[in-house]
């Protein structure tokens, strides 16, 4: 495909548009989001995605008209819960495998946290994406564990902790990188659950 197709009737436009694999989609979103880590987000451009991926840049423009827009996209499609599915029957355990899950994948979503950081504040649809991509899935992934133990007794429904914990999980996840120059990592979380996060709530 061609920039010539720009020019091209509406009709053609849109029957192009329309033969967009889902697997070509996702080699777009993927690009962008690997660049965004890279090199960051102001660094990265629609012409350069094209030129990874082999397209031309009208074929990213007329799918999603501008950076933004094409970003958000990427995100909402790479929306994942990690912490879906974890139930063990206790809520110390429940919180100690969510610590491992997070470590398992906190290097590229903190990276790409970061390097969005500065973007997501200008654009109001950016930030939406993301917090619909990456942090709003696992928020609500963590209280459903914390409602499960307050069901099954082994939390009071008042002790005042609850209400911290998504904020003490996600927050160890960003201020990591900058206190120590490194990722919290599977072994890292799982100790901060151990040390701060299950005396907080009565279940050491």
Same mark, same amino acid.
């Given at each position: 495909?061609?920039?010539?197709?720009?020019?091209?009737? %509406?009709?053609?436009?849109?029957?192009? @548009?329309?033969?967009?694999?889902?697997?070509?989609?996702?080699?777009?979103?993927?690009?962008?989001?690997?660049?965004?880590?890279?090199?960051?987000? +102001?660094?990265?451009?629609?012409?350069?995605?094209?030129?990874?991926? @082999?397209?031309?840049?009208?074929?990213?423009?007329?799918?999603?008209?501008?950076?933004?827009?094409?970003?958000?996209?990427?995100?909402?499609?790479? @929306?994942?819960?990690?912490?879906?599915?974890?139930?063990?029957?206790?809520?110390?355990?429940?919180?100690?495998?969510?610590?491992?899950?997070?470590?398992?994948?906190?290097?590229? +979503?903190?990276?790409?946290?970061?390097?969005?950081?500065?973007?997501?504040?200008?654009?109001? %649809?950016?930030?939406?994406?993301?917090? %619909?991509?990456?942090?709003?899935? %696992?928020?609500?992934?963590?209280?459903?564990?914390?409602?499960?133990?307050?069901?099954?007794?082994?939390?009071?429904?008042?002790?005042?902790?609850?209400?911290?914990?998504?904020?003490?999980?996600?927050?160890?996840?960003?201020?990591?990188?900058?206190?120590?120059?490194?990722?919290?990592?599977?072994?890292?979380?799982?100790?901060?659950?151990?040390?701060?996060?299950?005396?907080?709530?009565?279940?050491?």
């Amino acid at each position: 495909m061609t920039s010539q197709a720009a020019d091209e009737p %509406e009709t053609v436009v849109a029957s192009r @548009r329309s033969k967009i694999t889902p697997e070509r989609e996702r080699e777009f979103f993927d690009a962008v989001l690997e660049q965004i880590r890279e090199c960051g987000y +102001d660094s990265v451009t629609m012409e350069g995605v094209a030129a990874s991926t @082999r397209c031309s840049k009208s074929t990213l423009y007329r799918q999603w008209k501008t950076k933004p827009q094409f970003v958000a996209a990427a995100l909402r499609a790479n @929306r994942r819960v990690r912490f879906a599915g974890i139930d063990t029957g206790s809520l110390a355990e429940d919180l100690r495998q969510a610590a491992r899950a997070a470590g398992d994948w906190s290097g590229k +979503d903190t990276r790409l946290l970061q390097a969005l950081g500065h973007a997501v504040t200008a654009d109001k %649809e950016l930030a939406q994406a993301l917090r %619909e991509a990456l942090v709003l899935p %696992e928020i609500a992934a963590l209280e459903e564990m914390l409602a499960r133990g307050v069901a099954r007794g082994e939390v009071p429904a008042g002790n005042p902790a609850l209400a911290y914990v998504p904020a003490m999980m996600f927050g160890v996840l960003r201020v990591r990188p900058v206190l120590c120059g490194q990722y919290a990592d599977s072994d890292y979380l799982a100790g901060f659950v151990e040390a701060a996060v299950l005396p907080a709530l009565g279940l050491t």
